[in-house]
């Protein structure tokens, strides 16, 4: 008898959704000659090697707000920003039959999995070149991304989360119940002073489609260009709110200011500031900070250092929230 999948390593989940991509594979105009892993942390990622090119099919982790109508939104606006702007993406490849996400199964996978085929887009991991110049080319991305949403209408049907409060994702709400070593009342004042610092921005400044996680990890480099990478978080918010988020996954770095500053300056060349009033961003950091908090007490799985430290780091987030 097969040991059920839940009980498998990534590695031999990963190995049981080999057939559930080439099913999935089945669906595109394409001689496939070799389907290679590249992760399993979250979402399983495979490697297309075809006659017609190389290629990246995604295949989404169920649950954690992968719904049907979110990972379409994601794909047409990735679709729109392939075909109507200079920024170089992953773009959607649609099947034979046109569309952008498709099902797939296979034996002694528990069940079907949304799947979606992107172009292969070169390059490393901006994280493995954080310095003031690269940060500088960071900003300009997110600028150049928020002109063009901010110009970008929608299709019918089109569903993405909201940035509307602190806790916007769709995981459920465990963090007050986890450890948190005498913090619980100042990131309940911390959280309360988010919600009230997110309503003050949407009320002032324009929404629209942000990637809702750009950090240093979801933006290639190759040649020197900067290539935004994953989408599935993308989501409504204003710029300030989009900034904040990417910008919390270097502020514990040593060189945060010099890199913020250089940031900043790589978004000015593009657009005007996204902040109202100086230190609206150091406010939103902890925003993030207890999404993520949520999210690794909901999948302590996923803890890639000792608890009390991201505690720690999300508290000195707080007192500056609480002012």
């Known amino acids: 008898m097969r040991r059920p999948f839940d009980s498998l390593t990534l590695r031999g989940r990963a190995r049981r959704l080999r ?3 080439r099913a999935a594979l089945a669906a595109y105009d394409l001689d496939v000659q070799r389907v290679r892993l590249l992760s399993n942390t979250w979402n399983c990622v495979f490697r297309v090697d075809s006659k ?9 982790l169920p649950g954690h707000g ?26 959607p490849i649609p099947t034979r039959d046109g569309r952008l996400v498709v099902r797939a199964g296979a034996p002694d ?16 991991m901006l994280a493995k070149d954080i310095t003031p110049a690269t940060f500088e080319q960071h900003g300009a991305l997110h600028a150049r991304l928020h002109h063009f949403a901010a110009a970008w209408t929608p299709p019918p049907q089109f569903a993405i989360r909201d940035f509307t409060h602190t806790l916007h994702f769709p995981d459920d709400v465990v963090v007050w119940d986890a450890e948190l070593f005498g913090h619980s009342a100042l990131f ?16 002032r400044d324009a929404v629209m489609v942000t990637h809702g996680d750009l950090h240093q990890g979801n933006v290639l480099v190759h040649r020197g260009v900067l290539r935004p990478i994953d989408f599935e978080e993308v989501m409504w918010a204003t710029r300030v709110q989009d900034v904040a988020t990417s910008l919390y996954y ?28 100086p230190g609206e961003i150091e406010r939103l950091l902890f925003a993030r ?17 000792d608890w009390s430290v991201t505690v720690e780091r999300a508290a000195r987030l707080a007192r500056i929230a609480v002012g």
């Open 19 to 21: 057939p559930l991509a």
């Open 52 to 60: 017609q090119g190389r290629f990246v099919l995604r295949i989404c």
């Open 66 to 91: 992968h719904r049907p109508e979110l990972v379409q939104s994601e794909a047409a606006f990735l679709a729109a920003l392939a075909a109507d702007s200079d920024i170089e993406v992953l773009r």
């Open 109 to 124: 996978v528990p069940e079907e999995r949304m799947c979606v085929l992107f172009s292969w887009v070169p390059g490393r």
């Open 188 to 203: 309940r004042e911390a959280h309360a002073a988010s919600d009230a610092l997110i309503a003050r921005v949407r009320a």
């Open 250 to 277: 270097v502020s514990a770095r040593p060189n945060r200011v010099a890199l913020q500053e250089a940031f900043r300056r790589g978004y000015e060349r593009v657009a005007s500031w996204v902040e109202g009033e």
């Open 289 to 305: 900070a207890l999404v993520l908090l949520n999210f690794l007490a909901v999948e302590p799985a996923f803890r890639s250092r």
